[in-house]
């Protein structure tokens, strides 16, 4: 079986688009463009599947299906980004001017306000993750330089980490594992560590392994934890077909009876691999 090759049902179950939808793309834009087998039957290529999920977020946010098409994968980033960047939130626009004015105290005092309103689950659903993605759109439009967006990550893994260990300070008998980790190449880290805190929020003792680490690095560590699932953050930047094979070979890896979780925006942009759980957003932690 041709594995770089998928079938429209593949597609659909992929994009939630529906293969009507497909089929009318095709013909009046041009993409996605099927390749035909000897037998007839049509398969599309799976180097596309990201950029279509990309338009399908894009239509779905009110772009124009001609216009998404037509646009380059920097741009359908950017539309996506700003549809979800979009909505008014004061305290997310007050963040955001203390961070452009480089002011962590102002950040911190912030943080704390929202903190105490919200609750720590929506907290960090409702505040630290649409601030991260306002700061993804700002950087890319040049509105916020790379020393901003540092000084607010310190900030925020600093409280990220401080949450947990209080958490952990209160927990009560014994609790499953849950290791956190990246794979080989990704460095991205708060999603790591949101994630982390909402585990334990929930009552699992989580184990951060950290970034960048190696499979077998991995698997090795879950079983001297005991870990009950293993939890892998994935950025856009290491979403597609490479990341399904490191998910195959961790998954081949750990001991039975050890899960495997992938979660973070790079999570909905790869396609599915059997026996891995699949969460897109902090919500469905």
Request: with cysteine.
């Amino acid at each position: 079986m041709n594995t770089s090759l998928l079938s429209i049902g593949d597609i659909c179950t992929e994009t939630g688009l529906s293969s009507d939808v497909v089929r009318v793309w095709e013909r009046r834009y041009g993409f996605p463009m099927p390749v035909r087998l000897p037998s007839g039957h049509r398969r599309y290529r799976a180097e596309d599947l990201n950029r279509l999920r990309l338009i399908a977020e894009a239509v779905a946010s009110g772009h124009r299906p001609s216009m998404a098409v037509r646009s380059s994968t920097d741009q359908l980033e950017a539309m996506v980004l700003k549809n979800a960047t979009a909505a008014p939130n004061p305290i997310l626009d007050e963040l955001m001017i203390a961070t452009q004015n480089s002011n962590s105290e102002k950040i911190k005092n912030l943080l704390a306000e929202a903190l105490f309103q919200q609750g720590l689950r929506d907290f960090v659903i409702h505040t630290i993750a649409p601030l991260l993605e306002r700061v993804g759109v700002a950087w890319a439009e040049g509105r916020l330089d790379i020393h901003h967006e540092k000084l607010l990550t310190e900030v925020l893994e600093d409280l990220l980490r401080k949450l947990r260990n209080e958490l952990d300070q209160q927990a009560k008998g014994p609790r499953e594992v849950v290791l956190m980790t990246t794979l080989p190449g990704e460095r991205h880290r708060l999603g790591l560590l949101m994630a982390a805190l909402i585990y334990t929020y929930k009552g699992y003792k989580t184990e951060v392994l950290g970034m960048d680490v190696p499979v077998a690095n991995i698997a090795k560590s879950a079983r001297q934890v005991g870990a009950h699932k293993v939890a892998v953050s994935l950025s856009i930047l290491t979403a597609g077909e490479s990341v399904r094979r490191l998910l195959k070979d961790l998954q081949e890896r750990l001991p039975q009876g050890c899960g495997l979780v992938i979660g973070g925006q790079g999570a909905s942009r790869t396609r599915k691999v059997q026996g891995v759980e699949r969460m897109t957003r902090l919500e469905d932690i």
